[in-house]
């Protein structure tokens, strides 16, 4: 026990000098490297992902810039870092290109990349912003019906593929009649197969139901700045709470063309002298409420076809009213948000 506990003090000694640490996450496993101030490195190692490890490793350490790339540890381990009284950078795994096109990629060039990138300037890195562990909550509540509608989505492709296969064709049904309408149509020899599959989207279409009013429930009880929202057209309980939890803070952005770009919905630019190519949206930020504001302006976008320019397609048309519709309801999400807060907008 003793000669653990001088094991740990010593790696805990290059730490205490002024440095930048990256931190490279892993799922069971990370790897931490620590740069000194002309870019030396002085110290680098692996720790368990977890949030004893992290706590023992770095709670005694005075207030350190410390680098990690976006994954799926990179929330909550940000939050942890944050309450020890260290500065966290979240990188944008998209933008650092250093690492993710390099030819020797391993855990502990990354972490060394990332902290020498941190030491020298930060914007390389396009740091994002992660929401709060209670938006982070309530957002799951959308993701899970997200996942449930897609588990019954598959089922109802494999039933209707296994009929084609069999000789059968089912009709259009929607998916809450889908068992109950297709049934008869489905082969003989097929029906015991199709039983436990049809259950399923039977449970899911119930399952599906709850979530929706447990979204409607938390959006007009817990964010009732959803319901300005909702007086746009195409938006229902589901966008205006997805929105409102993305975004989290209408302050995040100075104006409103930002929000565009945010979500995904700015054409992407390759230009190279008089050449200026026309290209698709960037699809960066997240892809859930892009889709879902892309799906509403399906919904409303013929009125604002003749005023929106955005290149030839309807995939372009509804692009540009999603882009132009977001930034809208930011304007009018801003203006209620500040009177909810403040008293006064």
């Known amino acids: 026990m003793k000669k653990s506990r001088q094991s740990v003090q010593a790696a805990l000694v290059p730490l205490l000098t002024p440095s930048t640490i990256g931190l490279d996450l892993g799922d069971r496993w990370s790897r931490y490297c620590v740069v000194d101030e002309n870019g030396v490195v002085v110290a680098e190692d692996r720790i368990q992902t977890s949030a004893a490890a992290l706590a023992r490793r770095f709670q005694r350490l005075p207030s350190r810039q410390i680098v ?37 990629k391993n855990d502990r060039l990354d972490a060394r990349m990332l902290a ?6 930060v914007s390389l890195l396009a740091p994002i912003q992660h929401r709060s562990a209670e938006a982070q909550a309530d957002l799951a509540v959308v993701r899970g019906r997200d996942a449930l509608v897609a588990a019954r989505t598959q089922m109802i492709n494999a039933v209707r593929g296994m009929v084609k296969t069999a000789g059968g064709r089912l009709p259009k049904s929607t998916t809450a009649a889908f068992p109950r309408k297709v049934l008869p149509w489905i082969p003989p020899e097929l029906r015991r197969a ?13 399952q599906i139901h709850l ?3 447990q979204i409607r429930a938390l959006a007009d009880e817990k964010y009732p700045e959803t319901k300005l929202l909702r007086q746009v057209k195409g938006i229902g309980p589901l966008i205006a709470l997805t929105y409102v939890l993305t975004l989290e803070n209408p302050y995040r952005f100075a104006k409103s063309r930002t929000l565009g770009s945010y979500l ?17 949206i960037s699809k960066a930020g997240n ?14 976008w013929d009125p604002w076809r003749p005023t929106v320019a955005c290149g ?31 008293g006064f907008g």
């Open 68 to 104: 990690v790339e976006a994954g799926t540890h990179s929330p909550w381990v940000g939050r942890l870092l944050a309450s020890l009284g260290h500065r966290v950078v979240v990188a944008n795994a998209r933008k650092v290109r250093l690492i993710y096109e390099s030819d020797r």
């Open 116 to 121: 020498r990138l941190g030491r020298v300037d």
């Open 194 to 206: 199709m039983a436990p599959l049809l259950e399923s989207v039977r449970v899911l279409s119930e």
């Open 211 to 213: 979530a929706d009013r």
């Open 264 to 280: 995904g919905l700015r054409p992407r630019q390759r230009e190279s002298g008089d050449s200026a190519a026309q290209l698709g």
């Open 287 to 300: 892809h859930q409420l892009r889709w879902l504001l892309v799906q509403a302006a399906t919904i409303s």
């Open 312 to 342: 030839a397609g309807d995939s372009n048309w509804r692009h540009g009213v999603a882009r132009t519709a977001s930034a809208g309801r930011w304007s009018r999400w801003r203006g209620s948000w500040l009177f909810c807060c403040t």
